[in-house]
């Protein structure tokens, strides 16, 4: 099967996309594991009112293909799913969906959370939060993301 990347400012339906997934792999996938990432509120004291995503068109969806290739590489899953959402993006949105199809649960479970932990440090996304009073600033990224990634690239015992 072949891996999916979008990037689009429109919502999306989860179940949709799970239904889609699961079409793609026709019966030979056991687990399909998803990822869901929402807007939260980054800043409670002050209250967020919405996040604006910009991202590198062309190079955003190679780098995130390349990281599900990767993964495939890794793992042995059947296939994967993943729609981003740039634009504006009100408190509670959907903004990601990650969905890894294989015959086994382990391998889509460590496929999938592979895949939303590397594209967080490594695609080329820019978040802007603005704040309830509408105060506006650029998000940087966290230690313990990019953490969190490179424990991905230490070889595993087996």
Not at 13 to 28: K, N, P
Not at 68 to 91: N, S, Y
Not at 106 to 125: H, M
């Given at each position: ?8 400012t ?12 699961q079409?793609?792999t026709?019966?030979?996938?056991g ?10 509120d980054?800043?409670p ?5 919405s ?6 068109p062309g190079?955003?969806e190679?780098?995130i293909?390349?990281l ?11 296939d994967?799913?993943v729609?981003?959402?740039?634009g ?10 990650v ?21 967080k440090?490594?695609a ?8 309830a ?17 490179e424990?991905?690239d230490?070889?595993?015992?087996p």
């Amino acid at each position: 099967m072949t891996d999916m990347v979008v990037i689009q400012t429109e919502r999306f339906d989860v179940a949709a996309l799970i239904d889609r997934l699961q079409a793609r792999t026709a019966g030979r996938a056991g687990a399909l594991v998803h990822f869901l990432g929402t807007v939260r509120d980054y800043s409670p004291d002050a209250g967020s009112r919405s996040l604006f995503l910009e991202h590198y068109p062309g190079m955003c969806e190679r780098e995130i293909q390349a990281l599900c290739e990767r993964a495939k590489q890794r793992w042995d899953i059947l296939d994967t799913l993943v729609v981003h959402r740039v634009g504006e993006l009100p408190l509670g949105d959907p903004i990601v969906f990650v969905g890894v199809a294989s015959a086994h649960r382990g391998e889509a479970f460590r496929a999938c959370e592979y895949i939303i932990d590397t594209l967080k440090t490594r695609a080329p996304f820019w978040k802007r939060e603005t704040l309830a009073d509408g105060q506006a600033f650029w998000v940087q990224q966290h230690d313990a993301d990019a953490l969190k990634t490179e424990q991905w690239d230490i070889p595993s015992e087996p």
